[in-house]
Nanobody, 127 residues
Framework: QEHLVESGGGLVQPGGSLTLSCTPS???????????ITWFRQAPGKQREFVAG????????YYADSVKGRFTISRDAAWNAVALQMNNLRPEDTAVYYC?????????????????WGQGTQVTVSS
């Protein structure tokens, strides 16, 4: 089954930057105009949480309060890719980051509405 693939994670010092990428695993996974592609993260011992999402049709962007002003989500329709630029990283940003697709942007905060989850990419912020 096709799914999304995350990449770009790693170890970075506090205040540093990373860019994550989310792309389809194969050519048969189609991102539709009504979809929203969203980044979630899950820290050890915590529930998975919404980080940022972008709608495919009109490029509308949504952010969690904890990352506003530091993270930027962007989409590249030509490559079916979504990037998450993360600046001024903090230790509390340490988590596994996942991307997923939801055909209904109005339910963007409901994890159960998402599909095509990737395996995640580890981001560690530590000195």
């Amino acid at each position: 089954q096709e799914h999304l693939v995350e990449s770009g994670g790693g170890l970075v010092q506090p205040g540093g930057s990373l860019t994550l990428s989310c792309t389809p695993s194969g050519r048969t996974l189609v991102i539709y105009a009504n979809d929203i592609i969203t980044w979630f993260r899950q820290a050890p011992g915590k529930q998975r949480e919404f980080v940022a999402g972008v709608t495919w049709r009109n490029n509308k962007k949504y952010y969690a309060d904890s990352v506003k002003g530091r993270f930027t989500i962007s989409r590249d329709a030509a490559w079916n890719a979504v990037a998450l630029q993360m600046n001024n990283l903090r230790p509390e940003d340490t988590a596994v980051y996942y991307c997923a697709r939801n055909p209904d942007p109005y339910t963007r905060n409901d994890e159960s509405k998402y599909n095509s989850w990737g395996q995640g990419t580890q981001v560690t912020v530590s000195s």
